[in-house]
T-cell receptor, first 115, second 115 residues
Framework: EAEVAQSPRYKITEKSQAVAFWCDPI?????LYWYRQILGQGPELLVQ????????DSQLPKDRFSAERLKGVDSTLKIQPAELGDSAMYLC?????????????FGPGTRLLVL | AQTVTQSQPEMSVQEAETVTLSCTYD???????LFWYKQPPSRQMILVIR??????QNATENRFSVNFQKAAKSFSLKISDSQLGDTAMYFC????????????FGQGTTLQVKP
Protein backbone atom coordinates (compact mmCIF):
# COMPACT_ATOMS: atom_id res chain seq x y z
CA GLU A 1 0.00 0.00 0.00
CA ALA A 2 1.38 3.41 -0.99
CA GLU A 3 2.37 5.67 1.86
CA VAL A 4 3.59 9.19 2.44
CA ALA A 5 7.28 9.17 3.30
CA GLN A 6 8.99 11.69 5.55
CA SER A 7 12.54 12.14 6.73
CA PRO A 8 14.14 12.47 9.12
CA ARG A 9 11.84 10.94 11.73
CA TYR A 10 13.55 12.81 14.54
CA LYS A 11 15.66 15.94 14.59
CA ILE A 12 17.40 17.65 17.47
CA THR A 13 18.89 21.04 16.78
CA GLU A 14 20.07 24.08 18.62
CA LYS A 15 18.36 27.40 18.61
CA SER A 16 19.33 29.58 15.61
CA GLN A 17 20.35 26.60 13.47
CA ALA A 18 18.74 25.71 10.16
CA VAL A 19 16.68 22.54 9.74
CA ALA A 20 15.00 20.93 6.77
CA PHE A 21 12.33 18.27 6.46
CA TRP A 22 11.52 16.22 3.40
CA CYS A 23 8.25 14.69 2.25
CA ASP A 24 7.43 12.34 -0.61
CA PRO A 25 3.67 12.09 -1.17
CA ILE A 26 1.75 9.16 -2.57
CA UNK A 27 2.46 8.86 -6.27
CA UNK A 28 -0.09 10.73 -8.35
CA UNK A 29 -1.31 12.95 -5.54
CA UNK A 30 -1.48 16.53 -6.73
CA UNK A 31 -2.02 18.10 -3.33
CA LEU A 32 0.53 18.20 -0.55
CA TYR A 33 0.05 19.63 2.94
CA TRP A 34 2.48 20.49 5.71
CA TYR A 35 0.97 20.58 9.20
CA ARG A 36 2.55 21.43 12.56
CA GLN A 37 1.35 19.56 15.62
CA ILE A 38 2.37 20.89 19.01
CA LEU A 39 2.38 18.22 21.70
CA GLY A 40 -1.12 17.62 23.01
CA GLN A 41 -2.82 19.64 20.28
CA GLY A 42 -4.34 19.04 16.86
CA PRO A 43 -2.40 19.66 13.67
CA GLU A 44 -2.45 23.12 12.14
CA LEU A 45 -1.89 23.72 8.44
CA LEU A 46 1.31 25.56 7.57
CA VAL A 47 1.26 25.35 3.79
CA GLN A 48 -0.65 23.63 1.01
CA UNK A 49 0.59 22.92 -2.50
CA UNK A 50 -1.41 22.13 -5.59
CA UNK A 51 1.19 20.57 -7.87
CA UNK A 52 4.11 23.01 -7.57
CA UNK A 53 2.02 26.04 -6.61
CA UNK A 54 1.29 27.29 -3.12
CA UNK A 55 -2.46 27.63 -2.57
CA UNK A 56 -2.45 28.43 1.15
CA ASP A 57 0.45 29.61 3.30
CA SER A 58 -1.50 31.96 5.51
CA GLN A 59 -0.26 30.32 8.73
CA LEU A 60 3.36 29.90 7.64
CA PRO A 61 5.76 32.16 9.60
CA LYS A 62 7.41 33.46 6.48
CA ASP A 63 10.23 35.26 8.27
CA ARG A 64 11.77 31.91 9.20
CA PHE A 65 9.88 29.16 7.38
CA SER A 66 10.00 28.31 3.70
CA ALA A 67 8.55 25.48 1.67
CA GLU A 68 8.98 24.32 -1.87
CA ARG A 69 7.69 21.63 -4.19
CA LEU A 70 9.72 22.37 -7.27
CA LYS A 71 8.60 19.61 -9.61
CA GLY A 72 5.23 19.07 -8.06
CA VAL A 73 6.28 15.82 -6.45
CA ASP A 74 8.33 15.81 -3.24
CA SER A 75 8.59 18.79 -0.95
CA THR A 76 10.99 20.39 1.53
CA LEU A 77 10.07 22.49 4.54
CA LYS A 78 12.87 24.61 6.00
CA ILE A 79 13.22 26.58 9.21
CA GLN A 80 15.97 29.15 9.55
CA PRO A 81 16.73 30.09 12.24
CA ALA A 82 15.01 27.58 14.51
CA GLU A 83 13.50 28.87 17.75
CA LEU A 84 12.57 27.03 20.94
CA GLY A 85 8.88 27.39 20.11
CA ASP A 86 9.35 25.45 16.88
CA SER A 87 9.63 22.19 18.82
CA ALA A 88 6.75 20.11 17.48
CA MET A 89 5.79 17.29 15.15
CA TYR A 90 5.79 18.27 11.48
CA LEU A 91 3.33 16.22 9.48
CA CYS A 92 3.12 15.89 5.74
CA UNK A 93 -0.08 14.74 4.05
CA UNK A 94 -1.20 14.28 0.49
CA UNK A 95 -4.47 13.90 -1.33
CA UNK A 96 -5.44 13.11 -4.89
CA UNK A 97 -6.74 16.49 -6.02
CA UNK A 98 -7.28 18.69 -2.95
CA UNK A 99 -11.08 18.83 -3.24
CA UNK A 100 -13.10 19.35 -0.09
CA UNK A 101 -14.02 16.11 1.59
CA UNK A 102 -11.15 14.16 0.06
CA UNK A 103 -9.15 11.83 2.28
CA UNK A 104 -5.78 13.16 3.30
CA UNK A 105 -3.06 10.55 3.81
CA PHE A 106 -0.51 11.38 6.46
CA GLY A 107 3.13 10.48 6.80
CA PRO A 108 4.76 9.39 10.07
CA GLY A 109 5.96 12.92 10.80
CA THR A 110 9.24 14.51 11.81
CA ARG A 111 9.57 15.26 15.50
CA LEU A 112 11.69 18.38 16.02
CA LEU A 113 13.30 19.34 19.30
CA VAL A 114 14.98 22.73 19.48
CA LEU A 115 17.41 23.16 22.39
CA ALA B 1 -13.73 31.80 12.66
CA GLN B 2 -14.43 28.14 12.20
CA THR B 3 -13.48 26.06 15.22
CA VAL B 4 -13.60 22.45 16.33
CA THR B 5 -13.86 21.57 20.03
CA GLN B 6 -13.21 18.23 21.69
CA SER B 7 -14.07 18.58 25.35
CA GLN B 8 -12.67 15.23 26.53
CA PRO B 9 -8.86 15.30 26.70
CA GLU B 10 -8.65 11.68 27.89
CA MET B 11 -10.98 8.70 28.01
CA SER B 12 -10.68 5.04 28.81
CA VAL B 13 -12.83 2.02 28.05
CA GLN B 14 -12.69 -1.66 28.79
CA GLU B 15 -12.01 -4.00 25.91
CA ALA B 16 -15.23 -5.10 24.14
CA GLU B 17 -17.23 -2.18 25.53
CA THR B 18 -18.58 0.87 23.72
CA VAL B 19 -17.25 4.40 24.02
CA THR B 20 -18.37 7.72 22.57
CA LEU B 21 -16.07 10.63 21.82
CA SER B 22 -17.56 14.11 21.57
CA CYS B 23 -16.95 16.89 19.07
CA THR B 24 -18.64 20.19 18.43
CA TYR B 25 -17.86 22.69 15.71
CA ASP B 26 -18.77 26.16 14.65
CA UNK B 27 -19.53 27.23 11.11
CA UNK B 28 -21.94 29.38 9.16
CA UNK B 29 -21.83 27.12 6.13
CA UNK B 30 -24.59 24.75 5.14
CA UNK B 31 -22.51 22.19 3.27
CA UNK B 32 -19.23 20.88 4.61
CA UNK B 33 -17.39 17.72 5.61
CA LEU B 34 -16.50 16.33 9.02
CA PHE B 35 -13.90 13.70 9.79
CA TRP B 36 -12.55 11.59 12.57
CA TYR B 37 -8.85 10.76 12.31
CA LYS B 38 -6.97 8.30 14.52
CA GLN B 39 -3.32 8.75 15.52
CA PRO B 40 -1.91 5.61 17.22
CA PRO B 41 1.20 6.00 19.36
CA SER B 42 4.25 6.55 17.12
CA ARG B 43 2.26 5.80 13.96
CA GLN B 44 0.74 7.93 11.26
CA MET B 45 -2.66 9.46 11.38
CA ILE B 46 -5.35 7.63 9.44
CA LEU B 47 -8.91 8.45 8.50
CA VAL B 48 -11.53 6.63 10.55
CA ILE B 49 -14.76 8.01 9.15
CA ARG B 50 -16.14 10.90 7.09
CA UNK B 51 -19.54 12.63 7.06
CA UNK B 52 -20.96 14.96 4.45
CA UNK B 53 -23.17 17.58 6.05
CA UNK B 54 -25.91 17.38 3.44
CA UNK B 55 -26.38 13.67 4.08
CA UNK B 56 -28.92 12.95 6.80
CA GLN B 57 -27.75 9.39 7.36
CA ASN B 58 -25.01 8.91 9.90
CA ALA B 59 -21.83 7.39 8.47
CA THR B 60 -20.66 3.98 9.66
CA GLU B 61 -17.45 2.02 9.10
CA ASN B 62 -17.52 -1.41 10.71
CA ARG B 63 -17.29 -0.80 14.49
CA PHE B 64 -17.14 2.97 14.07
CA SER B 65 -20.21 5.14 13.67
CA VAL B 66 -21.05 8.78 14.11
CA ASN B 67 -23.97 10.70 15.56
CA PHE B 68 -24.23 13.80 13.40
CA GLN B 69 -26.54 16.47 14.76
CA LYS B 70 -26.36 19.31 12.25
CA ALA B 71 -28.56 21.77 14.10
CA ALA B 72 -26.58 21.26 17.28
CA LYS B 73 -23.27 21.27 15.36
CA SER B 74 -22.30 18.05 17.06
CA PHE B 75 -20.37 15.14 15.59
CA SER B 76 -19.65 12.33 18.04
CA LEU B 77 -17.81 9.09 17.31
CA LYS B 78 -19.00 5.79 18.73
CA ILE B 79 -16.62 2.86 18.89
CA SER B 80 -18.33 -0.46 19.50
CA ASP B 81 -16.64 -3.63 20.73
CA SER B 82 -13.49 -1.68 21.61
CA GLN B 83 -10.21 -3.40 20.84
CA LEU B 84 -6.72 -2.86 22.24
CA GLY B 85 -5.68 -1.58 18.81
CA ASP B 86 -8.15 1.28 19.15
CA THR B 87 -5.84 2.89 21.71
CA ALA B 88 -4.87 6.17 20.07
CA MET B 89 -5.44 9.88 19.94
CA TYR B 90 -8.61 10.74 18.03
CA PHE B 91 -9.04 14.02 16.22
CA CYS B 92 -12.24 15.53 14.96
CA UNK B 93 -11.68 17.68 11.86
CA UNK B 94 -13.68 19.99 9.63
CA UNK B 95 -13.16 21.35 6.16
CA UNK B 96 -12.51 25.03 5.95
CA UNK B 97 -14.64 27.49 3.97
CA UNK B 98 -12.40 27.61 0.92
CA UNK B 99 -12.23 24.88 -1.66
CA UNK B 100 -8.65 23.97 -0.83
CA UNK B 101 -9.46 20.95 1.29
CA UNK B 102 -7.72 22.44 4.31
CA UNK B 103 -8.67 20.69 7.55
CA UNK B 104 -9.23 22.35 10.91
CA PHE B 105 -8.59 19.94 13.75
CA GLY B 106 -9.83 19.78 17.31
CA GLN B 107 -7.46 19.36 20.25
CA GLY B 108 -7.82 15.59 20.27
CA THR B 109 -9.02 12.94 22.72
CA THR B 110 -6.63 10.31 23.98
CA LEU B 111 -8.43 6.98 24.21
CA GLN B 112 -7.03 4.07 26.16
CA VAL B 113 -8.58 0.65 25.76
CA LYS B 114 -7.93 -1.49 28.81
CA PRO B 115 -7.72 -5.28 28.74
Amino acid sequence: EAEVAQSPRYKITEKSQAVAFWCDPISGHATLYWYRQILGQGPELLVQFQDESVVDDSQLPKDRFSAERLKGVDSTLKIQPAELGDSAMYLCASSLSGRRGETQYFGPGTRLLVL
Amino acid sequence: AQTVTQSQPEMSVQEAETVTLSCTYDTSENNYYLFWYKQPPSRQMILVIRQEAYKQQNATENRFSVNFQKAAKSFSLKISDSQLGDTAMYFCAFTETSNTGKLIFGQGTTLQVKP
